[in-house]
């Protein structure tokens, strides 16, 4: 429900008004990779502006990273429950997903033994997701490295989505970038800096890698948007843009505390405490699909909820709610689906 800090609004505005509304190169202006590498990557090793490809947001920078490396009859390990993307873009490419289980027993952490089972000599690479979509939950350092040793013994890549990585309340988030360098990482700043409408992100990864997929973006989009690269290139690192995000992500602590405790008081429902993110994945003990579930309480308490099964096999018998909204509306919404739960 956040609008992107005004400065953002400002630059953009300016960014056009200055002339920025011709094609620029697929790669991305050159000064924002510059300022990429060195604002949001250099932290994690020798990453420059070679190593980033401007894309339309991170959705696309996934699909680019999936596209250019998957073969035919690849195999891809995604987590399950997991983002909606990471199947079917694996499936474009040809490739086969292969899921590896989030319980909420254990936090919604992967176990490691799993993924040692999984891997087979078709494995391309694995996705990761932390701060995690829908989950909440977020990597330890032991299975981020345990994953970069998996990656390393078994020659596969690391796809790791960290989009969320600033909303961070429990803990430190630990990315793939301090463990390993088979990572290829598509990052949006949709999230960071509330925009999601303006579909912007990039894709870090190997110089090698980031210029065979500019042909595909090339063939996809032919360049990011003049304007918005612009107003970006202006507001990175500003402080006051700083001081409007730490304040978003403190706001989104106070959100996730209240949600935690409503929903822990709730019968019917176990409930694991995000570390991240702004969602929140409770699990029911009733015998009804998520899907079924979804729709009574949206019929019954006009509360809109995601049902578990959409984020695959192993969301069943959860549910999804994001708490990217104002406090008065997850006051209400949690008072109706209390309501629910007490009266099934």
Known sequence: DFQPPPKAIEALARAANEGWNKYTSTYG???LREKIAEYFLSKYGDYTMDNVLITIGGSHALYIAIMSLVDKGDEVLIPDPGFVLYAPHVMLAEGKPVY?????ENDFRPDIEELKQLVSKKTRAIIVNSPNNPTGGMLEEEDVKAIADL??????YIISDEVYNVFVYEGRHVSFLEHSDRVLYPMSFSKVYAMTGWRIGFLAAP????DQ??????YTIACPSAPIQKALLDIIGDPEVEEYVRNMIS?????RDYVFKRLSEIPHITVSKPKGAFYVLPKYDLEIPSEELAMRILREKDVAV????????????HFRISFATSMKQLEIGLNRLEEFFFNI
């Open 251 to 255: 706001e989104f602590k106070r959100r």
């Open 151 to 156: 990656a390393e013994d078994y020659d596969f």
């Open 207 to 210: 110089k090698e890698f980031i």
């Open 213 to 218: 997929a500019m042909k595909l973006a090339y």
């Open 100 to 104: 590896y289980t989030l319980k909420i």
């Open 29 to 31: 202006i050159p000064e």
């Open 306 to 317: 995601t049902p578990g099964s959409a984020f695959g096999p192993h969301g069943e018998y």
